[in-house]
């Protein structure tokens, strides 16, 4: 017998009431029943993102609301500076690149976080910009981006938005999008909000809506003004994602019943204990900046490290991710993210134990356990 | 005590093994096992579009692959034959505008369907036009247009595709993709397919690859290159919505189990009862050529269409739709789709006979009850 375990930055794990929930009998969206969920599940949204501004939901994954924040705000030749430095802040390129709008690049090294420095000159320099895109975690690389100091420099310059990509961070490292002054945050249901991929998630500031107001690109699916307008009657201008609509009020059922700030500091805490477990067993972190949601593991030199995440997975019924592009092979991630608790931590290093032994790396079998133990025993 | 009966053209009810199929626990997309089960759906979904080429499945609902459709196969100032005639019809003028793209309008009467003939005078008159854009089955109206006849007038002009929204249509009323020379066919989870809403198909032909090799228009999400690329490797480019595609595969088995042809004669005897019960009962239809989806009803004088949908939801439990734009109040719309056998179409017409007693119309309870009876003991 083998149970599964499933330790992945998204899907995370989703609670038997979530998943129940899901499986209730459909109910039509254009009625009261419905619209009082929705106005429900919008309104504790803005507790999760720490914003009085409208959350918009959209029957997508994260990306779809990626791209909405590009073509809602922007138009043919503007300008947008892009932080890299990891597949999904690549992303934020890639999607200005497909509407015309040109990408002033930040290049950081994959595992680096960026300099809010950096972008202050980049903006003194270049006061045309309209739009800078970044990441809070970038789940590739398990690093975290200093969003309130960006968001500092950003507030006083009226022709310039700061749009955040919090799609694995939110609900796992803190952001305040309205005291940091985040103009778009835009998130997915399968990480910190314990769902099954597909719905997409935007808030969006006063100062964003100026924009929005003055965008040119083309959008229809992911319009926000006509989300916005449907929000106000509890509604979606297309059929909405109804069964993950009723699953996502469960999960905020349960955000809320812990707390949001209960909710951060477990994460802390599994992200404390994952990282001290993996440092005793002589492995090495590739995040200069380590995020609370996911933690980016080196793999050890002489180790294979898609062998090493096999072995986990097939041998202990333990998925973790691997690395992404050029670092496929050479780190593996550990999330914990979402749905976990201080014995999926135990778990997950206990397996990475037998398996870094199974592959010859020599290992105190229990030592990163007991490193992790100490730390969770105080959650 | 009071059941609940859901009988509207979308969400139509989901059966309780697809509902339990969705609650499974989560399963990481980028897997093996993912990619089988996506790669297994992708297949069963050609029979349904009865087409040889690939399915895309995007996490959306089907607006999103309706715009994918325009957004992926035309430039900026191409000109697009649109028929309209309905709300849905309409949409594709709206996203066509959307993309600045000319649209030129077929305009018939809600409850009309567009002649093939007057297709051709477009066409014939007007070559340049890239593309022409219709529903199969009007959602709003209940009818259904001459898809077969208006691909046989495109089929040969190079230079000129068919697009057809099937969204409530696919499943219950026949569409031959490739027979019938639809170039791109879009299809949604919450109709025939018996699913919740948050999937959106669409199938792509030969000549439509052609057509989006060429196009200049933006899109990122919805890019129809990038998810057949990856459904090759049984991936989508981005997260997909993995509950629900787990579900599909139960609801196809289901649909596989039956045989497509039975699915579709089975809407059609739903269809011919509920049409013969309502016209025993002295109401008129609506449409000219009606669906087999569903079938809309004029409200008879003196009865308040909002009050008679209220009633039969509020007194007896069954929902049905009610018009739309200007039809409000004017129609109702019962739907005979999915997942519905011979007792909901016997359920919904007594409360119907029940609800017109209650309004003070001049009806013979069980009258239609019986009309439908006759029909329905030979499905």
Redesign the interface.
């Known amino acids: 017998m083998k149970k599964?375990y499933?330790l992945?930055p998204?899907?995370?794990?989703?609670p038997h009431k979530v998943?129940?929930a899901?499986?209730?009998?459909?109910?039509?969206?254009r009625?009261k029943e419905y619209a009082e969920i929705f106005r429900e599940v919008s309104e504790d949204l803005k507790t999760v993102f720490k914003t009085s501004n409208a959350v918009l939901t959209?029957?997508?994954?994260?990306?779809?609301a990626m791209?909405g924040a590009v073509?809602n705000t922007l138009s043919p030749g503007d300008r947008a500076l892009v932080v890299k430095g990891g597949k999904f802040a690549e992303r934020w390129a890639?999607?200005c690149e497909?509407?015309?709008v040109e990408v002033v690049p930040i290049d950081i090294e994959w595992g680096d976080f960026v300099s809010p420095e950096t972008i202050k000159e980049h903006l003194d320099r270049d006061p045309g910009i309209k739009e800078v895109f970044t990441t809070l975690c970038e789940t590739s690389t398990g690093t975290l981006n200093p969003i309130k100091e960006i968001g500092e420099i950003i507030k006083n310059r009226e022709g310039t938005l700061l749009t955040v990509d919090a799609i694995s961070g939110l609900g796992a490292c803190d952001i305040e999008v309205d005291k940091w002054n985040v103009d778009i945050c835009v998130a997915?249901s399968?990480k910190g909000l314990m769902l099954?991929?597909?719905l997409a998630f935007a808030s969006v500031s006063e100062k964003a809506w100026k924009f929005i107001d003055n965008s040119k690109?083309?959008?229809?699916?992911?319009?926000f003004k006509k989300a916005k307008k449907s929000l106000e009657k509890g509604q979606t201008p297309?059929?909405?994602?109804?069964?993950?609509t009723i699953a996502l009020k469960n999960a905020l059922d349960m955000i809320k019943e812990e707390g949001i700030g209960n909710v951060l500091n477990r994460h802390q805490k599994l992200a404390d204990a994952t990282r001290a477990a993996v440092k005793v067993l002589g492995l090495e972190l590739l995040s200069k900046k380590p995020a609370n949601a996911v933690t980016a593991v080196k793999v050890p030199e002489g180790i294979d490290g898609v062998e090493l995440v096999d072995t986990l997975d097939k041998k202990y019924g333990i998925?973790v991710a691997g690395g992404q592009a050029h670092l496929k092979g050479k780190i593996f991630r550990i999330a914990h993210l979402g749905y976990m608790d201080r014995f999926d931590i135990i778990t997950v290093i206990a397996g990475l134990e037998m398996t870094l032994s199974d592959l010859g790396y020599k290992v105190e079998i229990g030592k990163g356990v007991k490193a992790a133990e100490e730390i969770l025993k105080d959650l």
Do not use: M, N
Request: charged share 10%; net charge negative; no cysteine.
């Open positions: 599964f499933l992945t998204g899907p995370t794990p989703v998943r129940q899901e499986a209730q009998p459909i109910i039509h969206h009625t959209f029957a997508a994954s994260g990306t779809g791209e073509a890639e999607i497909a509407y015309g997915g399968q099954p991929p597909g690109l083309p959008q229809y699916y992911f319009d297309y059929t909405p994602a109804v069964s993950l998925r």
